[in-house]
């Protein structure tokens, strides 16, 4: 393990503006290293490559990495718990899982370096969203299994900052600790940030006022309508950052606090592409298609061609914060999560863009689907805004109507909810209501 070397991990600016072309060189020295390292040490990429009519020693181009097989969630849970793991048991000092609430959770491992690594990433991506050393970090992502809140932690903590774990739930005592401790980072899902802001106006309080510049919020996807939301009801800029636990968790991009658009992917750390989820071929900067991640840095337990099922689009255009790593723009929706209404295809993102735009609304939603006969259905269940009287909701759920048949073309039903009784999250959001039996579910 001498080739390990973990200051490279490390916040570096000359890393983070390195010409493309040494980038892609560097990229390529660690793809083979790890590549060599997964296909040795672990039993599923040794069958997966021999079933391509692939070795590590096909690897000598970056271009040659499309002929590699991909990996999937359902890989993780055919080897569940540890049989993805690329080294013994006594290296692994750290172990995350998804809920599992849909089957056996996907497992990850970590050694030593890899949390290393894993906090530089963070940091460099908390320095990226605006966040210096010794700022107070406000953490309101859950603590636990989840990779959120001790990725936030390690990371605030690596950058030089003041970490308040607060964790999510009691949000009355957040919007104490935020104005009493005078946070300048506040790090939660955008969904929970949105709670925080309508508690503290409840009770009077305008959190405007408080030291808080930046939010760093992610977990989830939201639109550019809630960030706007975000930033007047909170006064701050709202930053996107993007992870997932099966590569190493929050981390892996981040938007940058000057342009915010499009994330900054760490191409030293992790190797992009976007594929056609169809076909799985390759596709260029530019074109729509399916996120795909390998690891070059974690050892515990490498991802080689990971299928993030996000959807989105890849960009080497030069960003005015000087950085040259490539951008990740607006993921759009997630392949499983996609609804099929009436034929055609919906994000629950896409709603949201939408709903953006019905005037009089809250911005709280839930997507309830049913199955009438053959076909399935979507109900839109919105909040009327606060000092909206009950005699215009009717309005408000023939607007909801027209705004998402015209701008995504679909036809669903809108129920106008009081104030409040959208359910609140204090965690990931829950959009998707589906009570469609199993069996009838496509």
Known sequence: MSDRNTDEYFFHKDIETMPRDQLRQLQLEKLKRIVHHAYANV?????????????????QSLEDFQRFPFTEKTDLRDNYPFDMFAVPQNEVIRVHASSGTTGKPTVVGYTREDLDAWSAVMARSM?????RPGDIVHNAYGYGLFTGGLGAHYGAEALGC????????????QIVLLNDFGARILCSTPSY?????EVAEAEGVDLRNAPLEFGLFGAEPWSEGLRAELDERLGIKSVDIYGLSEIIGPGVACECHQARSGLHGWEDMFLFETIDPDTGESLPFGAAGELVITTLAKWAQPMIRYRTRDITRLTDEPCICGRTHMRILRITGRNDDMLIIRGVNVFPSQVEAALMHVKGIAPHYQLVLQREGSMDTLTVEVEAAKGISPERYDDLERDTVHQIKSRIGVTCRAVAMSPGEVPRSEGKAVRVKDLRTPKTRS
């Open 127 to 131: 320095a990226c969203a605006g966040a």
């Open 193 to 197: 940030a949105l709670n925080i802001a």
């Open 43 to 59: 039993a599923h990429y040794r069958r997966s490559f021999q079933a391509a009519g692939v070795t590590p020693d096909d690897l």
């Open 162 to 173: 003041t970490v308040v774990p607060v964790s999510g739930g009691l949000t009355e005592r």
